[in-house]
């Protein structure tokens, strides 16, 4: 069955540190698209980023970063340098072939970066 | 020019009130989702279609029932309104799927607020 675990419930840092969100996964399906969502206080879901399953290359974009690996079912999301607008929560989601039609949400990590 | 939007953005009632919550996508997705966000920010799907019909119902009350007019749209309409249906309501929609060996994101409407007193 699928599952998507995001242990961290809460995380404060200060502005400029980096932070790692966790997300760990399972699914018994070969092809799954993984994704991470940012809701700010405002209460909009904001799109991050799609991976796919045969696609473990890490990626990159501004202070994001994100790092796939397979062979431990994680999907962990990094922000170097945080800033203020960062706190949010954040989300992991998983749809599987199985599952198609379904986005299945981790619980949620919360993360207040203090000034 | 909003991709998915649903109407309304907050919604206060009484218990044992009928309400319904309109979505509309303009992306010319094939699939739209109603979700449904509880206290604690858990994000539970409550139904999914696909090309107008109904592929996912996540044992939810059937005093809630979607309706699918065409591809584009998705209202949800609840009976008998309930305190413990207190929630933000999103609709989202994608296109593809993990079986078709591609999918998009799901795009999620702003959300409706829905207060039951």
């Known amino acids: 069955a699928q599952k998507v675990t995001q242990a961290q419930t809460e995380i404060s840092v200060v502005e400029k540190e980096d932070v790692t969100l966790d997300c760990v996964y399972e699914t018994r399906d070969t092809t799954y698209y993984l994704f991470w969502y940012k809701q700010p206080p405002s209460g909009e879901l904001v799109f991050l980023i799609r991976r796919n399953s045969f696609d473990e290359q890490n990626e990159i974009s501004g202070r994001y970063s994100w790092n796939f690996q397979k062979s431990t079912s994680s999907f962990n999301f990094t922000i170097t340098a945080s800033q203020v607008v960062d706190s949010a929560v954040y989300f992991c989601?998983?749809?599987?072939?199985?599952?198609?039609?379904?986005?299945?949400f981790g619980t949620g990590t919360r993360l207040k970066v203090l000034a | 020019d909003t991709a998915v939007s649903q109407t309304p953005k907050y919604l206060v009632t009484q218990m044992g009130n009928d309400k319904s919550i309109k979505c509309e996508q303009n992306l010319g997705h094939d699939t739209m989702y109603w979700y449904k966000q509880d206290s604690k920010k858990f994000l539970k799907i409550m139904f999914s279609y696909n090309n107008k019909e109904l592929i996912i119902n996540e044992t939810v009350p059937n005093r809630f029932s979607p309706k699918s007019p065409d591809k584009a749209h998705l209202n949800l309409h609840i009976n008998s309104l309930e305190l413990g249906d207190s929630a933000v309501y999103f609709c989202?929609?994608?296109?593809?799927?993990?079986?078709?060996?591609?999918?998009?994101?799901?795009?999620f409407g702003q959300g409706t607020r829905l207060t039951v007193v």
């Open positions: 989601a998983l749809s599987e072939a199985e599952g198609t039609y379904k986005y299945i």
């Open positions: 989202a929609s994608s296109q593809g799927g993990a079986a078709l060996g591609s999918l998009t994101e799901a795009f």
